[in-house]
């Protein structure tokens, strides 16, 4: 066998994928994360027939290009939040809009191997969005965000991917020092909503978008 680990992977997605539809997500599957962005972009947002779309922070989204793939679009209006030279202001009123956009894209932190996303966000629009507003909402997830339950979930995101993103978007929360969860009470503590989605409501709103490579914090 030439690709033992990709082989690996798979049966674990093609395992996962099969729970995700029992909890009613219309679930894909990649290779890469660039075939996942061209799923999104060629198959998924065309049938959607969006008019309007926004979407959350997400290394896993850039890593499939798709930042540079909406930048191409003339026909749909794209909300970029995290456009430069910005207004805070400017920052939340978009992220507000992006609530009622016909097709919202996001990461998720974990998902459990029965089938649960689970989020954990600092201002709450990427999991407002997740829950209800956008008419459908693709997350991108690479196979490194598997978990066993929710305790692991929880667990990764506390001591893992949020003091990562603490680091990465230069916050100053102890665990930027530390690398560990200190459940500070810091002004820019990242850590402030979680949500757990068991089943997407309606059924096939939520499309998740199983990637076979390690991305995303």
């Known amino acids: 066998m030439n690709e033992p680990i990709a082989e690996y992977w798979k049966i674990r997605l093609d395992e996962l994928k ?7 997500f219309e679930v894909f599957m990649a290779a890469t994360a660039a075939e996942a962005g061209e799923l999104v972009m060629n198959k998924l947002l065309p049938e959607s027939g969006a008019k309007s779309v926004a979407y959350g ?3 896993t989204m850039k ?5 540079d793939g909406l930048a191409t679009l003339t026909d749909i209006e794209v909300l970029r939040s995290d456009a430069p030279n910005l207004s805070v202001e400017e920052k939340i009123e978009l992220r507000r809009q992006g609530l009622l956009v016909d097709f919202y894209i996001s990461g998720t932190n974990a998902v459990t191997e029965d089938g649960h996303l689970v989020n954990l966000d600092m201002i709450g629009n990427r999991v407002a ?3 209800f507003g956008p008419k459908q909402v693709v997350i991108l997830v690479g196979r490194n965000k598997i978990v066993p339950d929710l305790n692991a ?7 893992y991917a949020a ?3 603490t680091m990465r978007l230069d916050m100053k929360t102890p ?3 530390t690398s560990h969860c200190e459940d500070c009470k810091s002004p820019q503590r990242i850590c402030n909503t979680w949500t757990i989605t068991e089943k ?13 490579e390690e991305l995303g914090f």
């Open 18 to 24: 099969e729970q995700l539809e029992k909890n009613n």
């Open 57 to 59: 922070g997400s290394m």
């Open 63 to 67: 890593a499939a290009g798709l930042h």
């Open 129 to 131: 969005a997740i829950t």
């Open 153 to 159: 979930a929880m667990y990764r995101i506390k001591e």
């Open 163 to 165: 003091p990562v993103n």
């Open 175 to 177: 665990c930027v020092k």
């Open 200 to 212: 997407s409501f309606p059924k096939g709103r939520i499309k998740v978008v199983l990637i076979n």
